[in-house]
């Protein structure tokens, strides 16, 4: 019997690697200058009609700063009468009240909105841009004006650990429907130096539970697989029974989603398992979508928890957790290899 794989629930498509920022961090090492060879307004149409024909995923337009595209607009909408879910996610700090109206009209339901740092200071370092945060406060601002829904993403890292509280405290205070912190990875720009130690990872990991159990928004881990772990540990030392009630929508989903409900294109049309793993799976201008989200090797290996190595293959949370293979993969060669920046020891309960 051949076993079905199931369609993609989300996708983050780098619609262009260029970028009007320069962050420190950045996966895609994104800057002004534009890479030649973007897929064209044709090609970005012909690939929403390839995802739509195998399902009807949430669609994430992002970059590179994903508003430096003229046709962004014409490719939402494209995206939402195809029966995509779109959204957007950007650095903020091109938002006019008309760029706004004309993403309301494409139909994007949301919008994510990065705020690195709860202070002008740290962020702007982070974004390598002086006037990043008051800018991104203003597109915030347009945002509230037009009633347009965005969530707040946070990349955890050394340099702004110690204000990652603050930076959630911002999101409630401007009013974001959601909170999502991201853990830097060290790829593109993103520097080994500058992730959390694994005992600093653990913290803040406890941190996001304790604020998730009591959140009016929404929290989500992103990167930080071991967070499905620490919730199971956690919920049952407190004899709570893990529910979409009790702990929302991580409840029904796993740490790492990549090739299995997740990929990553990128502005070329390479398929990825997600921006971090720089592992290719195929491109769309060689092949159908379909043909590489089923068939491709690093997929493949990526859906069976059997292949994984070192102490995530033996570890009894690995159905939930499985480890973040790009950080695996940026320390070892080896993308199956074991995550290196989880405390856990494998059978201590
Ligand atoms: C609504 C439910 C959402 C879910 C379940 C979700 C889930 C995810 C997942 C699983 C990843 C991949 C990281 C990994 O490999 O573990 C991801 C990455 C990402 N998400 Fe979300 N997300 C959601 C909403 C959004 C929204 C609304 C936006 C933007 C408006 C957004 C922006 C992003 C971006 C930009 C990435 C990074 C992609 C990359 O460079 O690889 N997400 N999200
Ligand atoms: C979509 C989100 O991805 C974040 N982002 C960009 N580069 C990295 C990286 N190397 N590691 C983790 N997150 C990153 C952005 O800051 C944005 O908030
Ligand atoms: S992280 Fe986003 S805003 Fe920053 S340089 Fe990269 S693409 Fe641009």
């Not at 997600?274 to 491109?283: K, R, T």
Request: a negative charge; proline letters at 5%; glycine letters at 8%.
């Amino acid at each position: 019997m051949i076993a079905m794989t199931n369609p993609p629930r989300l996708i983050a498509w780098e619609l262009t690697a260029g970028c009007n920022l320069n962050c420190v961090h950045c996966r895609g090492a994104s800057t002004s200058s534009v890479p030649e060879g973007e897929l064209t307004t044709e090609e970005a149409k012909h690939f929403i009609d390839e995802v739509a024909e195998l399902g009807k995923p949430i669609l994430i337009l992002s970059g590179g700063e994903p508003l430096t595209r003229s046709d962004v607009f014409e490719i939402a909408r494209y995206g939402t009468d195809a029966g995509l879910r779109v959204v957007l996610a950007t650095n903020g700090t091109l938002l006019t009240p008309e760029i706004v109206e004309k993403l309301k009209e494409a139909g994007v339901q949301r919008l994510s909105i990065s705020i690195d740092g709860a202070t002008a200071e740290t962020h702007d370092n982070f974004r390598g841009m002086p006037s990043a945060f008051e800018r991104t406060l203003a597109g915030i601002e347009v945002l509230k004006k037009a009633d347009f829904p965005f969530q707040i993403n946070a990349t955890v890292s050394k340099r702004n650990l110690e204000e990652i509280p603050k930076t959630f405290e911002l999101a409630k205070e401007l009013g974001a429907v959601a909170y999502h912190v991201f853990f830097l990875v060290p790829t593109g720009r993103g520097e080994e130096s500058d992730e959390v130690s694994p005992a600093d990872y653990e913290r803040i990991l406890h941190w996001f539970y304790d604020m998730q159990k009591e959140s009016e928004i929404q929290l989500k881990a992103t990167c930080a697989p071991h967070y499905f772990r620490i919730m199971r540990q956690r919920a049952k030392k407190e004899g709570i029974e893990i529910s979409v009630k009790t702990h929302g929508y991580e409840a029904m989903t796993k740490g790492c989603l990549g090739g299995t409900g997740f990929c990553f294109v990128s502005s070329v049309g390479e398929v990825y398992p997600c921006g971090y793993l720089p592992v290719l799976a195929g491109n769309i201008r060689e092949q159908p979508f379909k043909d590489i989200w089923e068939n491709s090797e690093v997929f493949r290996k990526l859906r069976n928890p059997e292949e994984l190595k070192g102490k995530c293959g033996i570890c009894e949370y690995k159905n939930v957790c499985a480890g973040c293979r790009a950080r695996a993969y940026a320390a070892t060669g080896d993308y199956l290899e074991e995550e290196p920046y989880c405390i856990y020891r494998p059978g201590k309960k």
